[in-house]
């Protein structure tokens, strides 16, 4: 099992709809949780943070943890077609200093 | 606008040649990590330094690739010699206690 799994997509969407990507850890302890947008031929970009249950909410964006389910989620509202990118989910395990990312889900937002 | 920097962009080289790659970390930034990437494996940490001192390399292979810090702002990753299966992407990340990644453009490596 890996410790931090994504659907690879692809998973496409009409513009202005909501996407919806998840994640999930395997390791309770993790504390830290990111989401990074990777653009083709470009490289990872951090778009959100959160460390805590609930939601945090960045623009367009809305990070939603989960740590009794083990899993964290990204929302984006009114999407367009520049959000069309792989979204990388990271993941911080309690004891670890480094992240472990999953293996991205790639997203179309049609015109 | 600070940003991680790494050289160089693209290099094509052929097999049982050396390759060095270098990162300039942010100003600032007490954390380095190397990571390669291809599409069958996604995005792989190789090794990882604080304050300048190797703290993991366990997803390098030893006997080809090193990693070191000369100083705070220089970061290297050398494949001695590189093999077909070296090509990829990679990419170097600074940030500050470790926790929040800021990524360089990356090397894209080609091994002939």
């Known amino acids: 099992q890996k410790e931090v799994e994504q659907n690879s997509g692809p998973l496409s969407v009409p513009e202005g709809a909501i996407a919806s990507l998840n994640c999930t850890y395997s390791?309770?302890?993790?504390?830290?949780f990111f989401w990074y947008r990777q653009y083709s031929g470009k490289s990872p970009e951090l778009i959100m943070s959160?460390?805590?249950?609930g939601d945090k909410e960045d623009g367009r964006f809305t990070a939603q943890l989960n740590k009794a389910s083990q899993y964290v989620s990204l929302l984006i509202r009114d999407s367009q077609p520049s959000d069309s990118a792989t979204y990388l989910c990271?993941?911080?395990?309690?004891?670890?200093?480094?992240?472990?990312f999953g293996s991205g889900t790639q997203l179309t937002v049609l015109p | 606008d600070a940003r991680v920097t790494q050289t160089p962009r693209h290099k094509v080289t052929e097999m049982g040649q050396e390759v060095t790659m270098r990162c300039q970390p942010i100003?600032?930034?007490?954390?380095v990590f190397w990571y390669r990437q291809t599409m069958m494996q996604g995005l792989e940490l190789l090794a990882y330094?604080?304050?300048?001192?190797?703290?993991?390399d366990s997803g390098m292979p030893k006997d080809r690739f090193s990693a070191e810090m000369p100083d705070a702002t220089l970061a290297t990753l050398k494949i001695q010699p590189s093999e077909p299966r070296d090509s990829a992407v990679y990419f170097c990340?600074?940030?500050?206690?470790?926790?929040?990644?800021?990524f360089g453009p990356g090397t894209r490596l080609t091994v002939l």
């Open positions: 990340a600074s940030g500050f206690q470790s926790d929040t990644q800021y």
């Open positions: 390791d309770r302890g993790s504390q830290s």
């Open positions: 959160i460390y805590s249950n």
């Open positions: 990271a993941v911080r395990a309690g004891s670890a200093r480094q992240l472990t």
């Open positions: 100003l600032g930034h007490n954390t």
């Open positions: 330094f604080r304050n300048r001192a190797p703290l993991d």
